[in-house]
């Protein structure tokens, strides 16, 4: 049963007297439920409960914390179809995409706990002593990973299973042995309240600290105040660049900065080389109007640009495309802010001198998307930086370039993206190896076809990249290497076998992979 309550642990509170109410963005209509903005206290016993939950956290076995989250996946599961109504209902996304949603949640659960079963995130790294070593000996060290404290956790508005409540950060945060306060957000109200209590069922039935999750609702205040408490040790977010970029000076001006995580816009420019758009112009229009439209383009990896030569295959291409964006359907974004800033940052881009919308740019209303394209030459993209930016919703510009000179200058012109896609065939890879080169140096993920839509959960994937595209470049926030954001080195100088931890110890006792004297192994250390 949906609460509207804050969880300080497993404690649930509503002393506040702001109310939030959930909306269902089809219709309009309000859900009945009242949700009970968290008050400056409810903030600080939540984070100074996790701050206490720590110590005991931390301690607990790598194999019961791989337990707990998957008695997490468990629980959520438990929640049963309810919440894949409520999500849709929250979200008007169609229900049988949260489906898959909450098997991607789960899976990735179920990932991290394998992650900490396998041990290499450990970053087990030993030199042993060389006592005798002349001109002066060599001391032992052991250097490994260790969690760094409370992490606070900002979902999107578009996974709200997924990058949310108990999505891909919560999931690193805890496999990496911190406690997580999630800042509910304030598109999925009942569905980060029924996850939340999920969450907080398999705290109980694993018998982890108390404080270990904590989930407190609210708007922005809410959230800054939980990124300036002292005791927050690390931020994970996923959305808007203007709020990631507030929440990371935000974090930065603490008189005790800390890493923010922000995972944010990207345009994923598509470069059409001219070899293989001319093979298949028509079919290549159809498959980028699918990426586009897919989700009502709300994705963050949706192709925002797509970079050409122009010629009659790339008429052929943008033909097809705009005709195929034409045809779909206008449906319904995720909430109304998202529908409004759809609309009136598309019509500022369409207002542009030299920007040529293909179609018909009228609003339907009812918080409904309609796909546009719109085209412009490259030389004014290169002027115009508000062309550069990205529209979340499902629009995409052609970008028509003299030719491949042009093509390289866009390449270098380009912010950081999640992803960059070279729609090619191999000889245009190596004919034209400097514009693959200027992408690299710009993207997380460089696609070789396809479209950027769909994004892996696995061990190689890289869900980041340089800034806007997320606030650090070195990290991903999909995927197992996840984990890495939310824990630090330590190392152990000339320490007693016995005092040291496991995975640190002599045996092996965790049998894990380490790397010993520069040699990756999972031998025990004799003779030390
Ligand atoms: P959003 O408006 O930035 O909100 C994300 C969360 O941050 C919400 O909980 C929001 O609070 C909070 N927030 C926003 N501004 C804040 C501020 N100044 N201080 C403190 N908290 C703040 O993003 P969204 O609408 O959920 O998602 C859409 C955007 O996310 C798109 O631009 C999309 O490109 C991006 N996105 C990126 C990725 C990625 O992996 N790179 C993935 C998905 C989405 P409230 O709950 O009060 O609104």
């Not at 904590?214 to 800054?224: E, L, P």
């Not at 896609?421 to 034209?432: H, L, R």
């Amino acid at each position: 049963m949906i609460t509207g309550k804050n969880y300080i642990g497993s404690r649930a509170t509503a002393d506040g007297s702001q109310i939030l109410k959930a909306y269902n963005p089809t219709d309009g209509s309000v859900f009945q439920e009242e949700f009970i903005a968290a008050t400056p206290q409810e903030i600080d016993d939540a984070v100074n409960l996790a701050q206490r939950a720590f110590a005991s956290y931390k301690a607990v076995s790598y194999e019961k914390r791989a337990q707990f989250l998957e008695t997490i996946a468990e629980e959520i599961m438990a929640i049963g179809d309810n919440l894949l109504e409520r999500a849709s209902g929250e979200s008007g996304l169609p229900l049988g995409r949260f489906q898959g949603e909450r098997g991607r949640t789960c899976n990735q659960l179920k990932m991290f706990a394998n992650v900490l079963r396998e041990g290499s995130w450990l970053g087990a790294n030993i030199d042993t002593a060389i006592p005798d070593r002349q001109p002066i000996p060599k001391v032992d060290l052991r250097k490994m990973h260790v969690p760094i404290g409370p992490v606070a956790v900002f979902g999107a508005s578009n996974f709200p299973l997924a990058f949310s409540t108990a999505g891909g950060d919560t999931a690193s945060a805890l496999a990496a042995g911190n406690p997580v306060i999630v800042k509910g957000h304030e598109a999925h109200l009942g569905t980060n309240d029924l996850v939340t209590q999920a969450v907080l069922s398999a705290v109980e039935k694993c018998d982890m600290p108390d404080g270990v999750f904590s989930m407190v609702n609210g708007g922005i205040s809410v959230g800054q105040q939980i990124v300036k408490h002292p005791k927050v040790k690390a931020v994970g977010f996923t959305g808007s660049v203007k709020g990631g970029r507030a929440i990371f000076d935000m974090a930065n001006q603490r008189p005790e900065p800390i890493p923010v995580y922000a995972e944010m816009g990207s345009t994923n420019p598509c470069f059409l080389m001219p070899d293989k758009l001319s093979g298949d112009p028509v079919g290549l229009g159809n498959t980028f109007a699918n990426s586009v439209a897919l989700g009502v383009g709300q994705f963050c990896t949706s192709p925002g640009l797509l970079i050409g030569i122009q010629s009659s295959a790339l008429d052929e291409f943008t033909d097809t495309l705009s005709k195929s964006l034409a045809e779909k359907e206008a449906v319904t974004m995720l909430n109304e802010k998202i529908a409004t800033s759809y609309y009136t940052h598309r019509g500022a881009v369409i207002e542009q001198t030299g920007v040529e919308e293909i179609g018909d740019s009228t609003n339907p209303g009812s918080n409904k998307g309609k796909p546009l394209t719109a085209k412009v030459n490259a030389k004014t993209f290169l002027k115009n930086p508000i062309l550069h930016e990205e529209i979340f919703g499902p629009f995409t510009i052609v970008v028509i370039c003299e030719d491949t000179n042009e093509m390289l200058a866009v390449a270098n012109a380009l912010h950081g993206q999640l992803t960059g896609t070279m729609v090619a065939t191999d000889s245009d890879i190596e004919k034209y190896a400097d514009i693959v080169e200027a992408l690299s140096t710009k993207v997380g993920r460089l696609l070789f076809n396809g479209v950027p839509t769909g994004v892996e959960v696995c061990h190689s994937m890289q869900h980041g990249g340089p800034y806007p595209a997320s606030t650090d470049q070195r990290t991903t926030s999909v995927g197992t290497a996840a984990i890495s954001r939310f824990v630090r080195p330590i190392a152990y100088q000339n320490w007693p076998d016995h005092l040291l931890p496991e995975a640190l110890k002599n045996s092996n006792p965790l049998q894990i992979w380490r790397t010993i004297n520069g040699e990756l192994t999972k031998d025990e250390i004799r003779n030390s």
